[in-house]
């Protein structure tokens, strides 16, 4: 009889700290995977920054060779730029 309360208990001991190590190994995956959504999302935005930038540069290029419908593209993407800017920031903070 002590033998077998001596297993019971031991066996208690190791169902806790393999309940223990699950919740810790889910732990470890939720966090993982919320950085991958992080990295997912600083490669989407440098990505259309990059994209950003050539075409404001190719705008530009076109408004300084005197071409008003150029002119006119970019004044209004930069317009959209701030104020898709100003509606992110105010959603955030």
Known sequence: ???????????DELASKVSALRGVTIDIYDNARDQHVIDNSNEIFSSFSTSL????????????SGNKVAVLKLAGII???VVLLWWIWKAVF
């Open 79 to 81: 317009t959209v730029v």
């Open 1 to 11: 009889p002590s033998l077998r309360r001596q297993n019971n208990s031991r066996l």
């Open 53 to 64: 930038k050539g075409s404001a540069s190719r705008l530009g290029r076109m408004a300084q």
